[in-house]
């Protein structure tokens, strides 16, 4: 018989993790706020339910991808939040990018209701998920690691372990976010300046991306950002200023001056203020650059 | 028989070119300020010169690899400059990090007198050009670069031809060094924050250049960054701070306001200002960020 | 027979502000977390209290002078909070500085309870409150504004009204300390590349204020800043701090790109990395700028 | 009899400079590049010039206000320049904004041919000038200083002596246009901070610059960017991008880090990229900061 997993969340990200969960033969009880989207996942293998508690109910697992800690905490502790009814020793595999002190806040919780908390950020995008190529950054106690590790290889190429403290893996994932964010600049001042000489800006971007800068990140944001292509929208710069403004919150409460956290807060922040918050993020840096150097 | 070439500039990066164009069966006409330098040399391939238009004299090609733009205006205009004997037809294959502008200058110098000069920058560290691994940027008319191309395929794995307008490569490489900068202050912020967070500085390193920052930069200066290794210097703060500079000159002629650019400069800067202008320049940034962090 | 004004907050600014509404011929209720600084105000004018509630009994006026938006909330919708007791009609004359948003939650409940909010944020330290030489900026309801000109008359030389909508002199007094911040931060710069020049950091701070910046933060600022006699503290870099935050939250609130506020924010923040906390403010900055240039 | 001055620049600030001093008795040798605008001062008192080593000769002071570094060198040292036919120990009064390292290289050439150098530099617009309410700041030798003095007195409402070191006066006032800027950042910053939130942008200039911040600069930079009246022009960004520069250099040179020196040099370099160089500095941050803002 196929284990029952709880799925909360079916936005760009979760709707092709929860076919990977589905072809990995998982039977999926799927909450989502617009219920409509249920309906574009396999019906043969979902459970449609009507609250996160209705999901939580006599599941194994329970899976989150959502937007941010304030719909974290809501989905986990509200009047039909999932700690109403999930089981003792379910797992909550915790997807979203959140704060770790939110993470440790919602572990504490589960802990006390006698179940379990994973912080399980991940790197990728829609079509990354979709092809089972996302990477999975992951911390919390050892033994929930080890039972959930079966639901996490079903939906990744692989799984890193950042130990016991369960906030860690989300400082991971608002570092990289930050550190794809400092790329995006760099690479649109790098380019406005070599388009002001006259250099192509896509040959310097190729060249940058196949030899030192040889990386995903370099390649396919180089690709968008030098070809000033910001469409489709793969990730709105509403939401890369949610993160840009998480990793500036670490910065304070860790005490880690970090300039460069504010030159991409700030890119963000114009882009808002101009009007862009449903453009690409690469746009938000891209248009941002170019724009001051009136071009 | 064997052709000619002029070689000045026996530093760091200059040392192992010349060898690897002893290699390909060059016979070389040295010049360098420290003479001794020249003793390391295969010296049946090698014939000492006490100026640079000794160097200059009779050779097919010459190439020089200097510290900055002030260095290549005295060599190739001073009293005893190149002009003063480079044969009609004979190129100048400039390795130099300079300013397209200076390039502009040399380009038209060595055109009224005869001769020809070819921008032709690379990228990577001594390491690099001895396995004979570095990328050449080049720029310059399109029959001066196909008369050089067999010398800087003796130097490197690839040529990137960035057109015909001189300056072009130049622009290219103080790019990159920019970029490189940029990673460095990237990877420092970051690491520190996830220091400050219990999260191991190499896991995270490692993580990170292992698959969306799968690149060189990464994995190289990562590893320097993370486990705070600034020994051996390659490439001292004081040079990358010149480079920070050029990077910084270019902004403002060319109106593209950069503020990546100020951080990694003043980051720079503040490295000198203490004292660290012979440290590697990952420690201007590494050590700098921790030093703001108070750790 | 005097009019009763509860009153909370003997800090630093508190205490003169108490003894001055005390001079004015009020009677003061008054609660402070730590009991025994009640004693240093004249007892016959003075009612000891227990709580906010306590405080807030039968009074025409309460004033607070609270360190953050925390304890204003606290203050006023806690266990034992002033909401509990106020009288229908009695003015809350709030002086804390806290963001407009909390302003407008307070004024809110202070409407549904038919009690009266003011805010009344003021401009000066100790020194300048205990010679009522404040400035009161004020916002909210004409009719409250009338009523409570009398009790913000007796502590200040001067009452600027910004109109009715109740969080506008929160923004004012947020931004007002925003510019001292700059102000510090520029003459630290200014002066220490004098220095560095061999001007004297002294004459150049004494011309400067004494001609083109010829106000009190410059000539008060300016001579701590230049004389590097950063004590006695009369404001911690802590609280220095926690204005410049909300400066910053102002910028992303209202989307705002302000990177001066950014370079005042990471100089606190460095400076509470450094172990700083309690140092005056000036030193975050003095001694900031001093130690990156190297001096 | 009459003292003779040479005189040599008749820009907007040059012009009320030199009819103060044929109002306090001088006779002028002039010389300015557009010689029309010689006819605007009082003839009788004018003797017109072809060169600045006309305007040099036989007189015992030569006044010039120049543009900047490249044109004082021209001026003094070119095929027609004043130490052509400087008499000896006549007294070269140098009030152009240039850089310290210019000032000394010029010293250093007066006194090789017998004649004397003193930094001059002023502050305060046309405006300023024409009421004889400049301020001198002056460094060089006492000699020297001592007998410039009467010429010094009658342009302006003070003088400040900041010593022997030539290039300190330069220091002094590339440091205050350093200020001016940094304020109208500040200022810009908060107005449009404040105008996000409804307060009207006239009355919390005019609150501060009545109280904290009641100095000229705040005053009328103050009623300019909070009024957004950035006309008529009284200096353009392009001389003020011009003076940022010569802080960054100063800075450079110094290794003092100011990044609130890139804050204000990047806005500058932003409206020169924009187009708006003949447009007045103070829109440059107004304008700027208002742009980001997206109103």
């Known amino acids: 018989m196929k284990t029952n997993i709880g799925f909360i969340g079916l936005g760009n990200l ?3 993790i929860a ?4 072809k990995a033969g998982y039977h999926l009880q799927v909450y989502n706020r617009t219920a409509t989207k249920i309906d574009e996942l396999d019906q043969s293998a979902v459970t449609k339910c009507d609250s996160p508690a209705d999901a939580a109910k006599d599941v194994e697992f329970i899976v989150t991808v959502l937007s941010d800690d304030k719909v974290v905490r809501e989905v ?11 089981p003792k020793n379910a797992i909550h595999i915790s997807i979203s990018t959140i704060l770790p002190e939110t993470s440790k806040e919602m572990a504490a919780l589960h802990e006390q209701s006698g179940s379990c908390y994973l912080a399980s950020p991940v790197f990728g ?21 080890e039972a959930a590790k079966p639901v996490q290889e079903s939906i990744s190429q692989g799984i890193i372990d950042f130990g016991e403290e369960v906030g860690a893996a989300n400082v991971v994932k608002i570092t990289g976010n930050f550190m794809i964010q400092a790329s995006m600049e760099m690479m649109a001042e790098s380019y406005t300046l070599a388009e002001k000489y006259g250099v192509d800006r896509s040959q310097i971007s190729e060249f940058f991306s196949a030899t030192l800068f040889n990386a995903p ?7 968008i950002i030098s070809g000033k292509q910001y469409e489709p929208v ?3 710069s509403q939401l890369g200023y949610k993160d840009a403004n998480l ?47 009136g071009i």
């Open 14 to 16: 979760g709707t092709p």
């Open 19 to 22: 076919q990977n969960l589905i």
């Open 76 to 86: 986990v502790t509200g009047e039909d939040g999932i700690l109403k009814t999930l």
């Open 125 to 145: 995008r829609p079509e990354a998920a979709a092809a089972k190529l996302l990477w999975v950054c992951t911390s919390g106690k050892a033994e929930i690691k």
């Open 217 to 223: 990140i370099f390649k396919n944001y180089g690709k």
């Open 234 to 236: 793969g990730f709105t």
């Open 247 to 293: 990793a500036f919150r670490l910065s304070q409460q860790s005490q880690t001056p970090m300039p460069l956290v504010n030159i991409v807060h700030n890119r963000l922040l114009t882009a808002l203020a101009k009007g862009w918050k449903d453009r690409d993020w690469s746009e938000a840096f891209g248009r941002g650059v170019s724009d001051d150097a």
